[in-house]
Protein backbone atom coordinates (compact mmCIF):
# COMPACT_ATOMS: atom_id res chain seq x y z
CA UNK A 1 0.00 0.00 0.00
CA UNK A 2 3.16 2.47 -0.79
CA UNK A 3 2.00 5.35 -2.77
CA UNK A 4 2.87 4.74 -6.42
CA UNK A 5 4.71 8.01 -7.42
CA UNK A 6 7.78 8.54 -4.95
CA UNK A 7 7.35 6.45 -2.19
CA UNK A 8 10.79 5.03 -2.89
CA UNK A 9 12.27 8.21 -3.41
CA UNK A 10 14.54 9.10 -0.28
CA UNK A 11 14.90 12.34 -1.21
CA UNK A 12 10.74 13.09 -1.36
CA UNK A 13 9.42 14.65 1.89
CA UNK A 14 6.20 12.44 2.13
CA UNK A 15 3.25 14.92 2.29
CA UNK A 16 1.84 15.60 6.01
CA UNK A 17 5.29 13.57 6.81
CA UNK A 18 4.43 14.82 10.53
CA UNK A 19 0.72 14.35 10.68
CA UNK A 20 -1.72 11.82 11.26
CA UNK A 21 -3.22 10.03 7.86
CA UNK A 22 -6.80 8.57 8.70
CA UNK A 23 -8.49 5.43 6.14
CA UNK A 24 -11.81 4.52 6.88
CA UNK A 25 -12.84 1.24 7.15
CA UNK A 26 -16.40 -0.86 7.48
CA UNK A 27 -17.33 -2.23 10.63
CA UNK A 28 -17.77 -5.75 11.26
CA UNK A 29 -17.88 -5.97 15.28
CA UNK A 30 -14.43 -5.27 16.98
CA UNK A 31 -11.66 -2.31 16.49
CA UNK A 32 -9.15 -3.41 13.67
CA UNK A 33 -6.56 -1.00 15.55
CA UNK A 34 -2.91 -3.07 15.30
CA UNK A 35 -1.70 -4.47 18.58
CA UNK A 36 1.12 -6.52 19.50
CA UNK A 37 -0.58 -9.84 20.46
CA UNK A 38 1.04 -12.41 23.30
CA UNK A 39 1.49 -16.31 22.12
CA UNK A 40 1.12 -18.33 25.09
CA UNK A 41 2.79 -21.55 24.65
CA UNK A 42 1.68 -24.13 27.66
CA UNK A 43 3.04 -26.91 29.31
CA UNK A 44 2.17 -29.76 26.57
CA UNK A 45 3.86 -27.81 23.69
CA UNK A 46 0.37 -26.30 22.49
CA UNK A 47 0.36 -22.62 21.18
CA UNK A 48 -2.40 -20.39 22.24
CA UNK A 49 -2.08 -17.15 20.26
CA UNK A 50 -4.10 -14.17 21.28
CA UNK A 51 -4.12 -11.29 18.98
CA UNK A 52 -5.85 -9.36 16.33
CA UNK A 53 -6.05 -11.83 14.12
CA UNK A 54 -7.53 -14.93 14.76
CA UNK A 55 -9.60 -15.53 18.11
CA UNK A 56 -10.39 -19.02 16.26
CA UNK A 57 -8.65 -21.00 13.58
CA UNK A 58 -6.65 -18.40 11.27
CA UNK A 59 -6.03 -21.44 8.46
CA UNK A 60 -10.04 -22.68 8.57
CA UNK A 61 -11.59 -20.50 4.96
CA UNK A 62 -14.93 -21.06 6.45
CA UNK A 63 -13.64 -18.73 9.66
CA UNK A 64 -15.11 -15.54 9.19
CA UNK A 65 -13.00 -12.91 11.25
CA UNK A 66 -14.18 -10.48 13.78
CA UNK A 67 -12.97 -7.31 14.19
CA UNK A 68 -12.51 -6.72 9.97
CA UNK A 69 -12.51 -3.37 9.56
CA UNK A 70 -12.98 0.50 11.00
CA UNK A 71 -11.26 3.10 11.40
CA UNK A 72 -7.41 3.20 11.70
CA UNK A 73 -4.42 6.45 12.51
CA UNK A 74 -1.10 5.66 11.22
CA UNK A 75 1.26 8.30 12.03
CA UNK A 76 4.60 8.82 9.85
CA UNK A 77 7.55 10.90 10.58
CA UNK A 78 10.78 12.18 8.89
CA UNK A 79 13.80 12.25 9.90
CA UNK A 80 16.28 13.28 7.31
CA UNK A 81 17.41 11.12 4.61
CA UNK A 82 15.31 7.77 6.12
CA UNK A 83 11.18 8.70 6.13
CA UNK A 84 8.82 6.08 8.37
CA UNK A 85 7.08 5.43 4.95
CA UNK A 86 3.31 5.91 3.60
CA UNK A 87 0.62 4.22 3.33
CA UNK A 88 -2.10 4.31 0.74
CA UNK A 89 -6.09 3.86 1.34
CA UNK A 90 -7.22 -0.09 1.88
CA UNK A 91 -10.44 -0.63 0.08
CA UNK A 92 -12.31 -3.15 1.89
CA UNK A 93 -14.31 -5.25 -1.27
CA UNK A 94 -15.76 -9.01 -1.62
CA UNK A 95 -12.77 -8.89 -4.96
CA UNK A 96 -10.42 -11.09 -4.74
CA UNK A 97 -7.42 -8.68 -3.25
CA UNK A 98 -4.13 -11.11 -2.82
CA UNK A 99 -3.23 -12.28 -5.88
CA UNK A 100 -5.19 -14.87 -6.61
CA UNK A 101 -6.09 -14.34 -10.07
CA UNK A 102 -2.57 -15.68 -10.54
CA UNK A 103 -1.54 -19.38 -11.10
CA UNK A 104 2.16 -18.17 -11.01
CA UNK A 105 3.21 -19.50 -7.27
CA UNK A 106 3.81 -16.81 -4.87
CA UNK A 107 7.36 -14.81 -5.12
CA UNK A 108 8.19 -16.75 -1.30
CA UNK A 109 8.04 -20.07 -2.60
CA UNK A 110 10.70 -22.84 -4.09
CA UNK A 111 9.46 -24.92 -6.39
CA UNK A 112 11.04 -27.70 -8.63
CA UNK A 113 9.72 -26.29 -11.44
CA UNK A 114 11.37 -28.12 -14.66
CA UNK A 115 10.96 -31.65 -13.61
CA UNK A 116 8.42 -33.60 -14.22
CA UNK A 117 9.29 -36.47 -11.76
CA UNK A 118 7.16 -37.11 -8.70
CA UNK A 119 8.41 -35.37 -5.91
CA UNK A 120 8.55 -32.38 -7.90
CA UNK A 121 4.89 -32.48 -8.84
CA UNK A 122 4.35 -32.70 -5.65
CA UNK A 123 6.26 -29.11 -5.02
CA UNK A 124 4.21 -27.55 -8.25
CA UNK A 125 0.63 -28.90 -6.67
CA UNK A 126 1.35 -28.34 -3.10
CA UNK A 127 2.73 -24.44 -4.59
CA UNK A 128 -0.41 -23.23 -5.90
CA UNK A 129 -3.63 -25.46 -4.38
CA UNK A 130 -4.09 -22.53 -2.48
CA UNK A 131 -5.40 -20.79 -5.53
CA UNK A 132 -7.11 -23.79 -7.27
CA UNK A 133 -8.54 -25.71 -4.72
CA UNK A 134 -12.09 -25.51 -5.42
CA UNK A 135 -13.82 -22.66 -2.98
CA UNK A 136 -17.21 -21.32 -2.43
CA UNK A 137 -17.79 -18.11 -3.22
CA UNK A 138 -18.29 -17.09 0.64
CA UNK A 139 -15.62 -18.51 2.09
CA UNK A 140 -13.35 -16.79 -0.67
CA UNK A 141 -14.86 -13.53 0.21
CA UNK A 142 -13.64 -14.48 4.21
CA UNK A 143 -10.40 -15.45 3.24
CA UNK A 144 -10.17 -11.63 1.34
CA UNK A 145 -11.66 -9.61 4.37
CA UNK A 146 -8.93 -11.52 6.42
CA UNK A 147 -6.39 -10.62 4.07
CA UNK A 148 -7.56 -6.88 4.41
CA UNK A 149 -7.49 -7.26 8.56
CA UNK A 150 -3.90 -8.83 8.00
CA UNK A 151 -2.90 -6.07 5.90
CA UNK A 152 -4.63 -2.87 8.47
CA UNK A 153 -2.56 -4.99 11.28
CA UNK A 154 1.07 -4.89 9.46
CA UNK A 155 0.31 -1.03 8.58
CA UNK A 156 -0.79 0.03 12.18
CA UNK A 157 2.88 -2.03 13.81
CA UNK A 158 5.41 -1.58 11.32
CA UNK A 159 7.47 0.99 10.05
CA UNK A 160 8.96 0.88 6.81
CA UNK A 161 12.52 1.10 5.60
CA UNK A 162 13.25 3.55 3.17
CA UNK A 163 17.11 3.38 1.39
CA UNK A 164 18.75 6.64 0.65
CA UNK A 165 19.39 6.90 -3.15
CA UNK A 166 22.92 6.62 -2.75
CA UNK A 167 22.66 3.34 -1.51
CA UNK A 168 20.15 2.35 -4.60
CA UNK A 169 22.84 3.59 -6.81
CA UNK A 170 25.04 1.19 -5.48
CA UNK A 171 23.13 -2.25 -4.59
CA UNK A 172 24.49 -5.59 -5.14
CA UNK A 173 23.28 -7.68 -8.28
CA UNK A 174 21.88 -10.98 -8.00
CA UNK A 175 24.76 -12.22 -10.49
CA UNK A 176 27.10 -10.46 -7.35
CA UNK A 177 25.88 -12.94 -5.16
CA UNK A 178 26.26 -16.12 -7.85
CA UNK A 179 29.63 -14.76 -8.62
CA UNK A 180 30.90 -13.83 -5.44
CA UNK A 181 31.48 -14.60 -1.71
CA UNK A 182 29.69 -11.81 -0.16
CA UNK A 183 29.84 -11.33 3.76
CA UNK A 184 28.94 -8.43 6.18
CA UNK A 185 31.27 -7.43 8.42
CA UNK A 186 29.09 -6.47 11.22
CA UNK A 187 31.39 -5.19 13.85
CA UNK A 188 31.32 -2.26 16.16
CA UNK A 189 34.09 0.80 16.00
CA UNK A 190 37.03 -0.88 17.35
CA UNK A 191 35.83 -4.50 16.50
CA UNK A 192 38.44 -6.78 14.97
CA UNK A 193 37.91 -7.24 11.11
CA UNK A 194 36.96 -10.14 10.01
CA UNK A 195 39.04 -12.34 8.16
CA UNK A 196 38.41 -15.06 5.39
CA UNK A 197 39.59 -18.52 6.19
CA UNK A 198 43.35 -19.38 4.54
CA UNK A 199 42.09 -20.22 0.40
CA UNK A 200 39.11 -17.86 0.66
CA UNK A 201 38.61 -14.62 -1.38
CA UNK A 202 35.66 -12.95 -0.15
CA UNK A 203 33.92 -9.40 -1.37
CA UNK A 204 33.77 -8.00 2.57
CA UNK A 205 30.63 -4.96 2.89
CA UNK A 206 30.79 -3.23 6.52
CA UNK A 207 27.72 -1.71 8.31
CA UNK A 208 30.34 0.85 9.24
CA UNK A 209 32.40 1.13 6.76
CA UNK A 210 31.27 3.89 4.65
CA UNK A 211 30.73 1.74 1.66
CA UNK A 212 27.82 2.77 0.41
CA UNK A 213 26.21 -0.85 -0.15
CA UNK A 214 24.02 -1.16 3.25
CA UNK A 215 21.55 1.13 4.84
CA UNK A 216 20.80 0.32 8.60
CA UNK A 217 17.47 2.22 9.79
CA UNK A 218 16.03 0.99 13.59
CA UNK A 219 12.98 1.07 15.24
CA UNK A 220 13.27 2.07 18.84
CA UNK A 221 9.63 1.78 19.78
CA UNK A 222 9.13 -1.50 20.85
CA UNK A 223 5.38 -1.33 20.03
CA UNK A 224 6.50 -1.21 16.61
CA UNK A 225 8.39 -3.04 13.66
CA UNK A 226 10.37 -2.63 10.67
CA UNK A 227 9.66 -3.63 6.70
CA UNK A 228 10.18 -2.56 3.38
CA UNK A 229 8.05 -2.28 0.16
CA UNK A 230 6.40 -5.37 -1.10
CA UNK A 231 9.15 -6.74 -3.86
CA UNK A 232 6.65 -8.96 -6.11
CA UNK A 233 3.74 -8.31 -4.29
CA UNK A 234 5.15 -9.78 -0.89
CA UNK A 235 6.69 -8.12 2.28
CA UNK A 236 10.63 -8.98 1.78
CA UNK A 237 11.21 -9.11 5.57
CA UNK A 238 9.43 -8.45 8.89
CA UNK A 239 11.23 -7.65 12.25
CA UNK A 240 8.43 -7.70 14.83
CA UNK A 241 8.08 -5.62 17.38
CA UNK A 242 10.29 -6.31 20.32
CA UNK A 243 7.75 -6.18 22.80
CA UNK A 244 5.96 -9.36 21.07
CA UNK A 245 9.53 -11.26 20.32
CA UNK A 246 10.55 -10.78 24.28
CA UNK A 247 6.83 -11.90 25.25
CA UNK A 248 8.78 -15.66 24.54
CA UNK A 249 10.91 -14.76 27.60
CA UNK A 250 7.70 -14.72 30.02
CA UNK A 251 7.44 -18.63 28.57
CA UNK A 252 10.74 -20.12 28.51
CA UNK A 253 13.82 -18.88 30.50
CA UNK A 254 16.95 -17.84 28.04
CA UNK A 255 19.15 -20.12 30.02
CA UNK A 256 16.48 -22.97 29.18
CA UNK A 257 16.57 -22.26 25.59
CA UNK A 258 20.40 -22.05 25.83
CA UNK A 259 20.91 -25.20 27.35
CA UNK A 260 19.09 -27.22 25.27
CA UNK A 261 20.60 -25.88 22.04
CA UNK A 262 24.06 -26.65 23.14
CA UNK A 263 22.78 -30.21 24.22
CA UNK A 264 21.95 -30.38 20.66
CA UNK A 265 25.70 -29.81 19.80
CA UNK A 266 26.85 -31.64 22.24
CA UNK A 267 25.65 -34.81 20.84
CA UNK A 268 25.65 -33.89 17.37
CA UNK A 269 29.37 -33.48 17.75
CA UNK A 270 29.78 -32.65 13.64
CA UNK A 271 29.20 -29.50 11.78
CA UNK A 272 26.56 -29.26 9.11
CA UNK A 273 28.45 -29.15 6.03
CA UNK A 274 26.78 -26.44 3.25
CA UNK A 275 27.83 -25.94 -0.12
CA UNK A 276 30.12 -23.67 -1.40
CA UNK A 277 27.83 -20.76 -1.96
CA UNK A 278 26.50 -21.24 1.90
CA UNK A 279 29.49 -21.83 3.24
CA UNK A 280 29.25 -21.11 7.21
CA UNK A 281 32.19 -19.03 8.81
CA UNK A 282 32.87 -18.13 11.90
CA UNK A 283 36.20 -16.22 14.30
CA UNK A 284 39.61 -17.11 12.30
CA UNK A 285 41.37 -20.35 13.19
CA UNK A 286 38.28 -21.82 15.31
CA UNK A 287 36.07 -24.24 14.63
CA UNK A 288 32.61 -23.70 13.35
CA UNK A 289 30.06 -25.61 14.76
CA UNK A 290 26.52 -25.22 13.15
CA UNK A 291 23.16 -27.47 14.05
CA UNK A 292 19.85 -28.97 12.75
CA UNK A 293 17.16 -30.25 14.82
CA UNK A 294 13.94 -31.40 12.54
CA UNK A 295 12.96 -33.62 9.63
CA UNK A 296 15.25 -33.88 6.91
CA UNK A 297 15.59 -35.68 3.56
CA UNK A 298 17.83 -38.61 4.00
CA UNK A 299 20.72 -39.57 1.40
CA UNK A 300 20.62 -43.00 1.85
CA UNK A 301 16.90 -44.07 0.96
CA UNK A 302 13.81 -42.47 -0.89
CA UNK A 303 12.59 -41.23 2.37
CA UNK A 304 12.07 -37.89 4.59
CA UNK A 305 13.37 -38.75 8.24
CA UNK A 306 11.09 -37.49 11.29
CA UNK A 307 14.26 -36.10 13.03
CA UNK A 308 17.86 -36.17 13.27
CA UNK A 309 19.64 -39.74 14.71
CA UNK A 310 21.47 -37.52 17.50
CA UNK A 311 17.37 -36.26 18.67
CA UNK A 312 16.82 -39.53 19.83
CA UNK A 313 18.78 -39.17 23.05
CA UNK A 314 18.41 -35.81 23.39
CA UNK A 315 17.12 -35.22 27.23
CA UNK A 316 13.15 -35.37 27.03
CA UNK A 317 13.23 -31.94 28.79
CA UNK A 318 15.57 -30.17 26.25
CA UNK A 319 13.32 -31.60 23.34
CA UNK A 320 10.25 -30.01 25.17
CA UNK A 321 11.98 -26.92 25.17
CA UNK A 322 12.45 -26.66 21.10
CA UNK A 323 9.65 -27.84 20.70
CA UNK A 324 7.89 -24.81 22.67
CA UNK A 325 9.74 -22.54 21.33
CA UNK A 326 9.10 -23.50 17.51
CA UNK A 327 5.52 -23.44 18.65
CA UNK A 328 6.24 -20.17 19.99
CA UNK A 329 7.86 -19.15 16.93
CA UNK A 330 4.95 -20.20 14.54
CA UNK A 331 2.85 -18.23 16.69
CA UNK A 332 4.74 -15.22 16.01
CA UNK A 333 4.57 -16.04 12.04
CA UNK A 334 0.77 -16.68 11.87
CA UNK A 335 0.49 -13.22 13.98
CA UNK A 336 1.95 -11.04 11.68
CA UNK A 337 2.63 -12.95 8.43
CA UNK A 338 0.10 -12.24 5.25
CA UNK A 339 -2.85 -14.41 5.16
CA UNK A 340 -2.26 -15.35 2.09
CA UNK A 341 0.98 -16.82 3.10
CA UNK A 342 -1.16 -18.76 5.74
CA UNK A 343 -3.49 -20.04 3.56
CA UNK A 344 -0.80 -21.28 1.20
CA UNK A 345 0.63 -23.66 3.73
CA UNK A 346 -2.66 -24.83 4.77
CA UNK A 347 -3.96 -25.75 1.46
CA UNK A 348 -0.56 -27.07 0.41
CA UNK A 349 -0.46 -29.79 3.01
CA UNK A 350 -3.78 -30.75 2.38
CA UNK A 351 -3.21 -31.70 -1.08
CA UNK A 352 0.71 -32.93 -0.08
CA UNK A 353 1.16 -34.98 3.58
CA UNK A 354 4.56 -33.62 4.42
CA UNK A 355 6.04 -33.82 7.72
CA UNK A 356 6.98 -31.15 9.70
CA UNK A 357 9.05 -30.55 12.64
CA UNK A 358 8.05 -33.59 15.60
CA UNK A 359 10.33 -35.21 18.38
CA UNK A 360 10.62 -39.10 19.31
CA UNK A 361 7.76 -40.39 20.73
CA UNK A 362 5.51 -37.56 20.15
CA UNK A 363 1.94 -38.22 17.86
CA UNK A 364 1.17 -36.61 14.96
CA UNK A 365 -1.27 -34.23 16.35
CA UNK A 366 1.89 -32.72 17.45
CA UNK A 367 3.49 -32.10 15.05
CA UNK A 368 4.49 -28.19 13.90
CA UNK A 369 2.13 -26.91 11.83
CA UNK A 370 4.43 -24.99 9.34
CA UNK A 371 8.03 -25.25 9.83
CA UNK A 372 10.18 -28.21 9.12
CA UNK A 373 13.15 -27.89 11.22
CA UNK A 374 15.59 -25.48 13.32
CA UNK A 375 19.28 -24.97 12.34
CA UNK A 376 21.42 -23.01 14.59
CA UNK A 377 25.40 -21.73 15.33
CA UNK A 378 27.10 -19.81 18.25
CA UNK A 379 29.30 -16.80 16.60
CA UNK A 380 28.63 -18.11 12.88
CA UNK A 381 28.17 -15.49 10.20
CA UNK A 382 27.12 -16.95 6.36
CA UNK A 383 27.88 -15.46 2.56
CA UNK A 384 24.92 -13.71 0.96
CA UNK A 385 22.62 -16.61 -0.33
CA UNK A 386 19.09 -17.78 -1.32
CA UNK A 387 17.75 -20.78 0.07
CA UNK A 388 15.40 -23.52 -1.36
CA UNK A 389 12.81 -22.91 1.34
CA UNK A 390 8.85 -23.89 0.77
CA UNK A 391 7.90 -20.42 2.71
CA UNK A 392 8.85 -17.66 4.42
CA UNK A 393 11.68 -18.62 7.15
CA UNK A 394 12.12 -17.01 10.89
CA UNK A 395 15.53 -16.11 12.45
CA UNK A 396 16.18 -15.53 16.03
CA UNK A 397 18.92 -14.27 17.72
CA UNK A 398 19.87 -15.11 21.34
CA UNK A 399 23.14 -13.69 23.55
CA UNK A 400 24.73 -15.95 26.62
CA UNK A 401 25.17 -14.51 29.48
CA UNK A 402 21.87 -12.38 29.75
CA UNK A 403 19.29 -14.44 31.84
CA UNK A 404 16.68 -11.70 30.70
CA UNK A 405 16.68 -9.45 27.68
CA UNK A 406 15.35 -6.16 27.71
CA UNK A 407 13.45 -3.59 25.22
CA UNK A 408 16.61 -1.46 25.16
CA UNK A 409 19.42 -4.11 24.53
CA UNK A 410 22.13 -3.01 22.30
CA UNK A 411 22.54 -4.41 18.96
CA UNK A 412 24.61 -7.74 19.10
CA UNK A 413 24.01 -8.27 14.71
CA UNK A 414 22.43 -7.74 11.71
CA UNK A 415 20.24 -9.77 9.30
CA UNK A 416 21.25 -8.32 5.91
CA UNK A 417 19.78 -7.95 2.17
CA UNK A 418 22.37 -6.53 -0.22
CA UNK A 419 20.51 -6.71 -3.40
CA UNK A 420 18.00 -4.23 -1.36
CA UNK A 421 20.72 -2.24 0.37
CA UNK A 422 19.40 -2.90 4.02
CA UNK A 423 21.19 -4.35 7.32
CA UNK A 424 18.15 -4.82 9.90
CA UNK A 425 19.44 -4.30 13.36
CA UNK A 426 18.75 -7.30 15.83
CA UNK A 427 19.01 -7.11 19.49
CA UNK A 428 18.59 -10.35 21.88
CA UNK A 429 15.56 -12.25 22.05
CA UNK A 430 14.43 -9.93 18.06
CA UNK A 431 12.33 -12.26 15.77
CA UNK A 432 12.75 -11.63 11.93
CA UNK A 433 10.31 -13.44 9.15
CA UNK A 434 11.98 -13.28 6.22
CA UNK A 435 11.73 -14.19 2.36
CA UNK A 436 14.58 -16.86 1.58
CA UNK A 437 14.52 -16.48 -1.94
CA UNK A 438 15.72 -12.66 -1.62
CA UNK A 439 19.74 -13.26 -0.81
CA UNK A 440 20.25 -12.49 2.26
CA UNK A 441 22.88 -12.66 4.99
CA UNK A 442 23.59 -12.68 8.58
CA UNK A 443 26.70 -10.34 9.53
CA UNK A 444 29.23 -10.81 11.89
CA UNK A 445 28.63 -10.51 15.59
CA UNK A 446 29.11 -6.60 16.32
CA UNK A 447 31.45 -7.06 19.54
CA UNK A 448 33.53 -10.00 19.45
CA UNK A 449 33.57 -10.60 23.86
CA UNK A 450 29.93 -11.32 22.77
CA UNK A 451 28.85 -14.73 22.49
CA UNK A 452 24.99 -15.05 20.13
CA UNK A 453 23.19 -18.23 19.14
CA UNK A 454 21.80 -17.33 15.40
CA UNK A 455 18.73 -19.83 14.76
CA UNK A 456 16.39 -20.12 11.81
CA UNK A 457 13.26 -21.68 11.04
CA UNK A 458 12.31 -23.26 7.80
CA UNK A 459 11.03 -25.65 5.54
CA UNK A 460 12.42 -26.99 2.78
CA UNK A 461 10.97 -27.77 -0.80
CA UNK A 462 12.45 -31.21 -0.82
CA UNK A 463 10.61 -32.21 2.13
CA UNK A 464 7.61 -30.99 0.59
CA UNK A 465 8.09 -32.79 -2.22
CA UNK A 466 8.56 -36.12 -0.05
CA UNK A 467 11.79 -37.17 -1.76
CA UNK A 468 10.31 -40.48 -3.08
CA UNK A 469 9.85 -40.80 -7.02
CA UNK A 470 8.58 -44.16 -6.09
CA UNK A 471 5.35 -42.80 -4.54
CA UNK A 472 2.88 -42.37 -7.28
CA UNK A 473 1.32 -38.95 -7.52
CA UNK A 474 -2.95 -38.73 -6.68
CA UNK A 475 -5.10 -37.57 -9.29
CA UNK A 476 -5.47 -34.19 -7.32
CA UNK A 477 -1.68 -33.59 -7.37
CA UNK A 478 -1.29 -34.56 -11.05
CA UNK A 479 -3.94 -31.89 -12.01
CA UNK A 480 -2.57 -28.98 -10.05
CA UNK A 481 1.42 -29.60 -11.13
CA UNK A 482 -0.50 -29.46 -15.34
CA UNK A 483 -2.34 -26.62 -14.14
CA UNK A 484 0.80 -25.17 -12.81
CA UNK A 485 3.48 -26.53 -16.05
CA UNK A 486 0.79 -24.74 -17.99
CA UNK A 487 0.65 -21.60 -16.27
CA UNK A 488 4.33 -21.29 -16.52
CA UNK A 489 4.64 -22.44 -20.36
CA UNK A 490 2.00 -19.87 -20.96
Keep these: MIAPSDANDPNGIPA ?18 GRVGTVHVDDSGVCRCNDLI ?22 HRNDGDSCHGRVGTVHVDDSCGCGECSLSPPSWVHVFAKSKKPSSIRTQAASIAYIEQPLH ?21 LTEVIVPQYIQQNLLSASDIVHEIVVVDGGDDGNPAICPPDGVNWRCLSVIGGNHHLHIQDETDPSRGLTFRRV ?24 DILCALEECEKMKKTSVKRSDNKRIFGDYGKPVMYTCAGVQVSRNSPDVLDFNAYVEKLPEDHQTILMKLMRYIEGCFESIVDSEVISHMFHAKQVVPFKTMTMPGSSQKSMLKY ?32 ATYELDDDIVVYFCFPTLGVAVPMRPGDLLLFN ?27 VVGMN ?23
Excluded at 137 to 157: E, T
Excluded at 376 to 395: E, K, R, W
Excluded at 437 to 455: N, T
Aim: net charge positive; glycine share 2%; aromatic share 6%.
Design 16 to 33: NANESVQYHHRNDGDSCH
Design 54 to 75: APTDANDPNVIPANANESVQYH
Design 137 to 157: KKARHHRNRRSKKKLCKQQKL
Design 232 to 255: DSALPFIRLPRQQSLELNSQISVT
Design 371 to 402: YGALAFGCNVFLPCHTDSDFTMSMAQIHLKGK
Design 436 to 462: SLIPHCLSSRCRQDDKIYSLATYLKTS
Design 468 to 490: NNQLPVSSNQSFLAERYRHAMDG
